[in-house]
C-alpha cells in the first residue's frame, strides 16, 4: 500500500541563517512521500534568493504581506494539495525518522486529526522543549502547558513521557495535520497573528470530535523563540489576548461568562505583580492584551464561526488551577499536578 504525501510547510520570516542550519537535516528525512516547501511571508532578507540559488528543489510560496502565523499558514495551505500537512518551524532540526511514527500512528486511527513529535531543546537536548514538549494540555481557566513543562520549568526527558498519548493541543512547532481536516476546520484563525491559534484548532477539531496526539517516538529540537523571543511585550500581549480569545469562542457560554471574569482577575494580578517587580513591560502587555480582547469581543468576534454545540469529551483537559498547583502548592512537574487532586 502506497504511504500518503505529506507536505512539509515552514513558514519563514526573515530566517534565511535558520534556513541554511535547520534545512538541510529537514532534507535528509528518510520518508519517501515528501514534499518540502518554504512559505515566505514577505521576508526583507534574501531568504527567498538564498533558496533559489542554494536548494532549487525546495517549493517556495510568497507572500505579499507577513500575516503572522496563522494568515501566513492559511494564505499557503491553501495552494499546497497532499495528505498530510507538517507546519515546522524553521528553527527546528528533525531527525532522520521522525515523519513515519507520527504517520503510523495516524494511519491507524483515523480519528487522530493533529499529532506532534516530542520536542527537545535544540541548545540543552536532555531537556524538553517549553512550546510543546511531550503534548500539550490546558488547565480549567485556559492556561496552556505541557507534558515536560509548566509555566516555564523545563523537565529533563528521562523517558517520563514516551508513550504515545491523547492531549489537548499539538504544537504549532511541529504539528502534523490531516490536510483535509485542517481546511474543513476552518484553518487558523487570522486575527491571532501569532501564538496559541494552534492551540484554537486543536480545541475546535476536538469538538468535531477528532483526537489529538502526541507520538514520543518521533523526536525534534527546537531553538524557540526565533520570530519573537521569550520576554517580547507584542509576545506577551498576543499570548494573553489570544487565551481569552479562545475561551471565548470554544467554551458553552454559559462557562465563559463565569470564567472570563476570573481569567481578568489573574490576569489582573500577574500585571500588578510584575510592575511592583520592576517589569512594567508585562504590566502594559496584560492591559494592552485586555483592551485586545474587548476589541475583538465588540467588533471582530463574529468574522470567524463560533464551534457548534458539542458533547465530545475532550482530552488534555486539567480539570483545577494549574496556577494553584504550581504557585500555591509548588508542584512544579506535569506528573505532580496532574497526579494530584
Known sequence: MQMPEVAIVILNWNGKEFLAKFLPSVIATTYHRKRIIVADNASTDDSVAFLQAHYPAVEIIVNSKNEGFAGGYNFALKQVNTDYYVLLNSDVEVTPGWIEPVIALMEQDHSIAACQPKLLAYNERTHFEYAGAAGGWIDSFGYPFTRGRVFDQVEMDQGQYDEASPCFWATGAAMFIRARLFH??????????????????????????????????????????????????????????????????????????????????????????????????????????????????????????????????????????????????????????????
Open 184 to 341: 474543513e476546520a476552518g484553518g487558523f484563525d487570522a486575527h491571532f497573528f501569532a501564538h496559541q491559534e494552534e492551540i484554537d484548532l486543536c480545541w475546535r477539531l476536538q469538538l468535531k470530535g477528532y483526537k489529538i496526539y502526541v507520538q514520543p517516538r518521533s523526536v525534534v529540537y527546537h531553538v524557540g523563540g526565533g520570530t519573537l523571543p521569550k520576554g517580547n511585550s507584542r509576545k506577551a500581549m498576543l499570548n494573553f489576548r489570544n487565551n481569552l480569545i479562545m475561551m471565548s469562542r470554544n467554551l458553552p457560554v454559559g462557562t465563559a461568562i463565569v470564567k472570563i471574569p476570573v481569567r481578568f482577575l489573574l490576569d489582573g494580578i500577574t500585571a500588578w505583580r510584575a510592575l511592583f517587580t520592576g517589569d512594567a513591560s508585562l504590566f502594559t502587555s496584560v492591559f494592552k492584551a485586555h483592551l485586545g480582547y474587548l476589541y475583538w469581543l465588540f467588533f471582530v468576534r463574529n468574522e470567524f464561526p463560533r464551534p457548534e454545540k458539542s458533547k465530545c469529551k475532550l482530552e488534555g483537559v486539567y480539570g483545577q488551577s494549574v496556577v494553584w498547583q504550581y504557585f500555591i502548592k509548588k508542584r512544579k512537574t506535569f506528573s505532580e499536578i496532574v497526579g494530584h487532586k
